[in-house]
């Protein structure tokens, strides 16, 4: 039996809000400027909190707190075919490091109103970015505790 077993791409995504506007992030993707919420992969052996943390410093220079889960998100892209499961927080940026560097690709991030956001339309990295928005507005919330990590003990093993 080969390799071709069908895979998602498992990532987390911070939604933050403040006066109205939510952090985005201006990147290039092969050669286009998109919009995207500070996102990114799940590292091995990290909890998806961690990552949402993470991901948010590298790309904004802000201090991330999840504070909810919004929700879990697959989609299929459709073209390059790959998909994606997205587990997108709520939380509040505490401080910010101007001086960081921000990671390859990342162009600046920058503060937009929801409806600045959907005037985005194609230039967005994918309907997850507005969804997000949408469903943290709507007031989709759940407490972090639903999402439990385990760690890998010698005796147990499985999925």
Request: with cysteine; aromatic share 8%.
């Amino acid at each position: 039996m080969g390799d071709n077993i069908w895979r998602p791409h498992v990532t987390v995504a911070a939604v933050a809000e403040r006066d109205g506007r939510f952090l985005l992030v201006e990147e290039r993707i092969d050669g286009r400027l998109l919009y995207n919420q500070p996102a990114g992969h799940l590292d091995e052996n990290e909890s998806l909190i961690a990552a949402v943390a993470r991901e948010a410093r590298e790309e904004t220079a802000w201090d991330f707190e999840p504070e909810a889960l919004i929700g879990l998100y697959l989609w299929k892209e459709p073209t390059g075919g790959k998909t994606f499961l997205r587990a997108a927080f709520a939380g509040h940026c505490l401080r910010h490091h101007p001086q960081q560097p921000l990671d390859a690709g990342i162009q600046r991030a920058l503060w937009l109103s929801r409806d600045e956001i959907a005037a985005l339309g194609g230039r967005l990295r994918s309907p997850l970015v507005l969804r997000c928005v949408d469903d943290y507005l709507r007031g989709c919330r759940y407490p972090l505790d639903v999402l439990q990590h385990l760690a890998a003990t010698p005796d147990h093993r499985g999925s």
